[in-house]
T-cell receptor
Framework: DVKVTQSSRYLVKRTGEKVFLECVQDMDHENMFWYRQDPGLGLRLIYFSYDVKMKEKGDIPEGYSVSREKKERFSLILESASTNQTSMYLC??????????FGPGTRLTVL | LAKTTQPISMDSYEGQEVNITCSHNNIATNDYITWYQQFPSQGPRFIIQGYKTKVTNEVASLFIPADRKSSTLSLPRVSLSDTAVYYCLVGDPILTGGGNKLTFGTGTQLKVEL
């Protein structure tokens, strides 16, 4: 089975802090994604990567950056966390038939 | 990317068959239709994918008419544990790079009661 893991299930940070969310997949997938999910808004794509060091902006990239130095790892970075970035963050990797395998999510609270 | 429309919520009872319909009027020739299930505090889980006619697996069936402008996810004999949000997506599974992303909408909240 494909396994996608995220570094934390719950995270509490203060406004202005730099926040790193890590995601690791074990199936050698080329494509990885970061989403945020908020009540009433569904999943919204922040960034995705289709190869090492390759990235593209999703629908809501403002306030975020990403890093993909190794194929199995895709990091989401909040350079200066703000309260409106309080959300559930979901990482996914893409399989051979375009199905996405999701991690358990990180619930981030910014105070 | 093809936009999808599905009901916001549905209610059912245990043992009933549930059909959730998704509209995707501007689906492209190479697009496939994919359904995901999401439980609270978990990431979405892939259920089923199809291109045309009917696809069935151990979890669900997917019915796609000839014009492919809609699709119906069918869950046989639901139980309480099927209470979840169900997302319908369309996209080309072959595209790589920038064309690869899928767009999740707000999904359909299915509530199953006794």
């Amino acid at each position: 089975d494909v396994k996608v893991t995220q570094s934390s299930r719950y995270l509490v940070k203060r406004t202005g802090e730099k926040v790193f969310l890590e995601c690791v997949q074990d199936m050698d997938h080329e494509n990885m994604f970061w989403y945020r999910q908020d009540p009433g808004l569904g999943l919204r794509l922040i960034y995705f990567s289709y190869d090492v060091k390759m990235k593209e902006k999703g629908d809501i990239p403002e306030g975020y950056s990403v890093s993909r130095e190794k194929k199995e790892r895709f990091s989401l970075i909040l350079e200066s966390a703000s309260t409106n970035q309080t959300s559930m963050y979901l990482c996914a990797s893409r399989g051979s038939y375009n199905e996405q395998f999701f991690g358990p999510g990180t619930r981030l609270t910014v105070l | 990317l093809a936009k999808t429309t599905q009901p916001i919520s549905m209610d059912s009872y245990e043992g009933q068959e549930v059909n959730i319909t998704c509209s995707h009027n501007n689906i492209a020739t190479n697009d496939y239709i994919t359904w995901y299930q999401q439980f609270p505090s978990q990431g979405p889980r892939f259920i089923i994918q199809g291109y045309k006619t009917k696809v069935t697996n151990e979890v669900a069936s997917l019915f796609i008419p000839a014009d492919r402008k809609s699709s119906t996810l069918s869950l046989p004999r639901v139980s309480l544990s099927d209470t979840a949000v169900y997302y319908c997506l369309v996209g080309d599974p072959i595209l790589t790079g920038g064309g690869n992303k899928l767009t999740f909408g707000t999904g359909t909240q299915l509530k199953v009661e006794l």
